[in-house]
């Protein structure tokens, strides 16, 4: 046979290729194998193209964020979170709807009579106990006969109050629903405390978040109930309940005369004439309650820090807010509020109402958790992957309900501004992690995605809100109550927050770079929406979210001056500096909170230290930019654009 007419495979056989033969490539086996009688085997192709297999690793991973962003951008209407958008894996119908053993076992009942949920992970021993293992110690009978089931003694939470908090015990009125309040408050009349009931219902109303963490009527019920059923010295858990409990009670009348301090100060019209210094004895007498409330906590405990932490954070006393807050998420755990606890309602072991308050509380910790981080610059503590509670949904209001002054006490309308402000606390948390990390490089491929995918994110955030949530255009001819003006603000403060640490030096003054214009166009959105709470409310008694929006918006149009008046023979912007003072004058207002006015010190300073002073003297500037979280050498800038 010639050589010419011989066949030869495309790909060779092992033994081919060994010898350096050229192959036939007949099937099963090739000539060379016939003849010898070995086994033809066809190995792996090493020889394919390294861009080949490349281009085939991409066009996979496109694929995989193309199904990934599908999936999200059909959640928002099904008001759930779907976790699996951080899964490279598809999941099945059959295991979204499987519940997990593991999850349904975290949870036990201590106290049949009280319902008490206690929360045991998988790593604890505890886990695997039956629920009738858990009793008081005054419920166990001493023995000394060995018992077959194993028992928890808990302690019991309600011990004598001389043992444990001497002077709780000593500064105690115990007189009605007087018992717990300390001394200081014994000419507290009744008339007063039912208005400081009162003021704290106001507080509810122009809260973003804090909507329905406590219900008055069943707090002032249970009041009733367990200052009546307790004694002096009391033994049993008869003197707290999940609506009601001493550190609650302390700390709820510790922010309602907060508040109404606050307004007499402003000279608002007031029936009520209050001592000085009974928010601080208050809130003092509220954090020695939780040295005997927090070995066996209720939802009341959670509720009581929660309102612990808003007084300290209203009054500049962040680092101890942050702490409570922290022992507060602990509780939470503790009680397994992160667990979904839909299965011990299907049980009947505990009320759809019980349920509803456990969730409540949960996304109120949610979101206060991002505003604590955001106000002392660190980590979020409660991310997503440790809860398996679904997002609260949106709920439809009736026709009666599109009035302003019915949206203000309306409990459908002010759930529904929570849950607008989970989900927008959700991207804060995932801007937090992402781009505000100490390992965060804004140069990378990976963190230029990202700001792609959680821009696109926030670009959905407004239209996925329901009606009684969204704003018209012109702003200043709406009437809308103040929580949706402020989640307005609080939106575009995050478009801020996710653009700003992408700024490039070169593109400030010419617009070129998006990130720049994003935030620009942010800022100017919070200053118009500004005017309009302004007009509508007046700035005084601000929300800390509105705070923060305020200030960073305000650091956007310092920005842009500074970087104008680096350019040679151009000076700031007249409206830029309008913007700028108009941010400065409206921190000044906020009386509460306190950071408004460290805020406003703060802009000011840095104006006077950027637009006023020479380039020469301006050597600490770029220390102060990074502040803003910016990682911009201004000293170079100046260099290279000198007046």
């Excluded at 009349?189 to 009527?217: M, P, Q």
């Excluded at 301090?261 to 001592?275: G, T, Y």
């Excluded at 667990?339 to 308050?357: N, R, W, Y």
Aim: proline residues 5%.
């Amino acid at each position: 046979m010639s050589s010419r007419n011989t066949r030869h495979a495309s790909k060779a056989c092992l033994a081919c290729r060994r010898r350096k033969t050229r192959c036939t490539g007949e099937r099963p086996a090739c000539g060379l194998c016939r003849t010898n009688k070995w086994v033809c085997e066809l190995g792996d192709d090493r020889r394919q193209a390294p861009m080949y297999r490349r281009v085939k690793q991409m066009e996979e991973q496109i694929a995989r964020l193309e199904s990934q962003l599908s999936r999200y951008r059909s959640a928002p209407s099904t008001g759930a979170f779907d976790s699996s958008i951080y899964e490279a894996d598809e999941v099945t119908d059959s295991e979204e709807e499987e519940v997990d053993a593991m999850g349904v076992e975290r949870l036990k009942i201590i106290d049949s009579t009280t319902g008490e949920i206690s929360h045991f992970g998988p790593p604890s021993c505890l886990m695997h106990l039956p629920e009738s293992a858990f009793s008081s110690s005054s419920d166990f009978v001493h023995s000394n006969q060995p018992s077959s089931t194993p028992i928890l003694r808990m302690p019991t939470p309600a011990v004598s109050l001389s043992s444990i908090g001497p002077q709780i015990f000593n500064n105690g009125i115990r007189e009605g629903w007087k018992m717990h309040l300390p001394k200081e408050c014994a000419r507290m009349e009744t008339k007063t405390h039912e208005i400081l009931f009162g003021s704290y219902e106001e507080v509810l109303r122009e809260s973003l978040v804090y909507g329905g963490l406590v219900d008055i009527d069943r707090f002032r019920s249970d009041m009733y109930l367990c200052t009546e059923n307790s004694s002096n010295q009391t033994g049993n858990n008869n003197n707290r309940t999940d609506n009601y409990s001493p550190l609650l009670h302390n700390a709820l009348l510790a922010l309602s005369t907060s508040h109404l301090r606050f307004k007499q100060s402003q000279k608002a019209p007031s029936n009520v004439l209050l001592d000085d210094g009974w928010t601080n004895i208050l809130l003092s007498h509220a954090c020695m309650q939780i040295e005997w409330e927090v070995e066996r906590p209720l939802l009341s405990t959670v509720r009581g820090l929660i309102l612990i932490i808003i007084v300290m954070g209203q009054t500049g006393r962040l680092n101890s807010a942050f702490s409570y807050f922290g022992m507060a998420v602990r509780m939470a755990d503790s009680l397994g509020l992160n667990v979904d606890s839909s299965h011990l309602v299907s049980a009947g072991k505990i009320t759809l109402e019980k349920q509803q308050d456990r969730n409540t509380i949960l996304w109120i910790l949610f979101i206060q958790d991002k505003l604590q981080c955001l106000t002392v610059g660190r980590s979020p503590s409660m991310p997503m992957s440790n809860m398996n509670v679904p997002l609260p949904p949106y709920i439809s209001l009736d026709s009666g309900d599109s009035s302003h002054p019915a949206l203000g006490i309306n409990s459908r309308f002010r759930q529904n501004v929570r849950s607008a402000m989970c989900r927008l606390s959700l991207l804060v948390g995932d801007i937090l992690q992402k781009c505000y990390s100490p390992s965060f490089n804004r140069n990378s491929k990976k963190a230029e995605r990202m700001k792609v995918e959680m821009n696109i994110r926030l670009d959905e955030f407004i239209p996925s809100l329901p009606p009684s949530l969204q704003l018209t255009t012109p702003l200043l001819e709406n009437e809308a109550p103040g929580a949706v003006i402020a989640l307005h603000i609080a939106h575009w403060f995050n478009v801020i927050l996710l653009n700003r640490p992408f700024y490039r030096p070169n593109a400030i003054s010419s617009g070129t770079s998006d990130d720049t214009g994003l935030s620009d166009h942010a800022a100017d959105m919070i200053v118009d929406l500004l005017d309009l709470y302004e007009h509508l409310y007046g700035l005084e008694h601000s929300l800390l979210i509105t705070a923060h929006a305020v200030f960073h918006a305000g650091s956007i149009f310092l920005m842009q001056a500074a970087a104008a008046a680096g350019t040679p023979n151009e000076h700031p912007p007249t409206d830029t500096l309008a913007s700028l003072e108009k941010c400065i004058r409206a921190l000044q207002l906020m009386k509460i909170p306190t950071l408004a006015s460290w805020n406003a010190s703060t802009l000011q300073a840095l104006k006077s230290q950027w637009l006023i002073m020479s380039p020469s003297e301006q050597d600490t500037v770029p220390d102060v930019w990074e502040d803003f979280g910016l990682y911009f050498d201004f000293s170079t800038y100046q260099e290279t654009n000198a007046f």
